[in-house]
């Protein structure tokens, strides 16, 4: 079964510090990668994807086959990216897979 | 930017009461879903909906729980016999084709059984 395990519950930096948010996931196949953002009592928000490697808000995302890692990672953090972040997983045509969602607190 | 829908925000229920949850997804989008998300846990699959049938379902979808889409607009989950587990926020999500293409959630119903 497929699995994404995000090993940091809480992830805490200052302001300015870079940033990783590590998420790594186990597959059977070829699977699309995703990181979603949900900012204090609002949505799920669809943040990146790895198929279309953008950058949104400063972040970035690379998909590493080699290691099974897909970290979120942004150079300089904001006090507004501070949110729960999921690393979310999806096979072919199969439904989005979770992981278990890091806490960023960005200090000022 | 469209968004998905889900009234209430918050739901209060005495344990064992029947509860319906509202979601109005994107209006071209042909798969539906919901997930729940119990507080300090991750986010769980409850159920995929497409072509006005369950596509899939998981464990956690026992009897007590179905879904409709009663009008061609509304997506709503219902639990027939809430018990204090039920306890969570639950999302409703929609997209027009699955795999590679992202879902939109809709902003959450913070149900809460007592």
């Known amino acids: 079964a497929q699995r994404v395990t995000q090993p940091e519950k809480l992830l805490s930096v200052f302001k300015g510090a870079p940033v990783e948010l590590k998420c790594n996931y186990s597959?059977?196949?070829?699977?699309?990668l995703f990181w979603y953002v949900q900012y204090s009592r609002q949505r799920l928000q669809l943040l990146l994807r790895h198929i279309s490697r953008e950058s949104i808000k400063g972040f970035t995302a690379d998909l590493n086959k080699g290691e099974t890692s897909f970290h979120l990672k942004k150079p300089f953090a904001q006090e507004e990216d501070s949110a729960m972040y999921y690393c979310?997983?999806?096979?072919?045509?199969?439904?989005?897979?979770f992981g278990q969602g890091t806490r960023l607190t960005i200090n000022p | 930017e469209p968004e998905v829908t889900q009234t209430p925000s918050h739901q209060v229920t005495q344990m064992g009461q029947e509860v319906i949850l509202r979601c109005v997804p994107i209006s071209n989008h042909l798969y539906f879903y919901w997930y729940r998300q119990i507080l300090g846990q991750k986010v769980e699959f409850l159920v995929s909906f497409y072509n006005n049938e369950i596509s899939e379902k998981s464990e956690i979808f026992d009897d007590q729980f179905s879904v409709e889409r009663p009008d061609g607009s509304n997506f709503t989950l219902k639990i027939r016999s809430t018990k204090l587990e039920d306890s969570a926020m639950y999302f409703c999500?929609?997209?027009?084709?699955?795999?590679?293409?992202?879902?939109?959630f809709g902003s959450g119903t913070r149900l809460t059984v007592v």
């Open positions: 979310a997983l999806t096979l072919g045509a199969q439904k989005p897979v």
């Open positions: 999500a929609s997209s027009l084709r699955q795999g590679s293409y992202g879902y939109t």
């Open positions: 597959y059977s196949g070829s699977p699309e």
